[in-house]
């Protein structure tokens, strides 16, 4: 399913270049649950950009369903975001004065999803989630394990493939990091290919394999099955 061959990224600052990734070779395959882990500055969120179609390396290749990602418009990469892969960040990036109804509603209006189908779509995602009863709450009304638990449900809307999570327990506190991880698990068990980026190995050991990242290389010492 997703194919990373020599991928560098690198930014540069007048005539020096640095390099976030170095040279990763990935492969993640259909229905896979893994962790990408390591300390700041290792490459992990420039690693979940590229992976995520937010970004593209600056060299090397980039396959996804062995379509080449790197050649893809603007346009293809915005609808692979759409639909083909959820997002979940740490910050929830919930709209703040909007419900819970009208948050999971965004994906599925960019979607094109007609009335009635996608009422029924967003009562679905959000019962899912285990908020059937919070569909009017706001943000400022839920607590920050609710507020998770929309982003979820915003990230399912459009039946994507891959869920992709960044830190997704990092403002949480323990018992409603639990609940997330439990959803998480739920997803993969029903064919999620779900990919989680953390600093908690406690919260790796839980995926299939970690994949540990160190200074925009993999660190094989930290490659796990």
């Not at 969120?45 to 590229?50: D, E, V």
């Not at 893809?72 to 959820?86: E, V």
């Not at 948050?103 to 967003?122: C, D, Q, S, T, Y």
């Not at 399912?156 to 493939?161: H, I, K, Q, S, V």
Request: some cysteine; charged content about 25%.
């Amino acid at each position: 399913m997703i194919d990373l061959k020599h991928i560098i990224k690198a930014y540069r600052t007048g005539k020096v270049e640095f390099q976030a990734l170095k040279g990763i070779d990935l492969k993640v395959e259909k229905g896979e649950y893994i962790a990408i882990v390591g300390p700041s500055g290792s490459g992990k969120s420039t690693l979940m950009n590229i992976i995520g179609c937010l970004d593209i390396p600056s060299r090397g290749e980039y396959l996804l369903d062995q379509q080449p990602v790197n050649t893809f418009s603007s346009n293809q990469l915005a609808d692979i975001r759409n639909k083909k892969i959820g997002f979940v960040f740490q910050a929830f990036n919930l709209l703040p004065y909007a419900t819970a109804y009208e948050n999971v509603e965004m994906p599925l209006l960019f979607a094109g999803m007609k009335g009635r189908k996608r009422k029924n779509r967003i009562l679905e995602v959000l019962s899912q989630v285990g908020l059937a009863d919070k569909i009017d709450n706001k943000p400022t009304e839920m607590s920050g394990g609710e507020m998770q638990r929309v982003a979820i449900a915003r990230a399912l809307a459009n039946e994507p493939e891959i869920i992709l999570a960044d830190e997704p327990t990092g403002n949480l506190d323990s018992k409603s990091g639990t609940e997330i991880v439990n959803i998480f698990d739920d997803l993969w068990k029903a064919g999620k290919t779900v990919i989680m980026i953390t600093h908690d190995l406690s919260l790796a050991q839980k995926t299939e394999r970690i994949v540990k990242l160190k200074d925009g290389l993999i660190d094989n010492n930290g490659n796990l099955a």
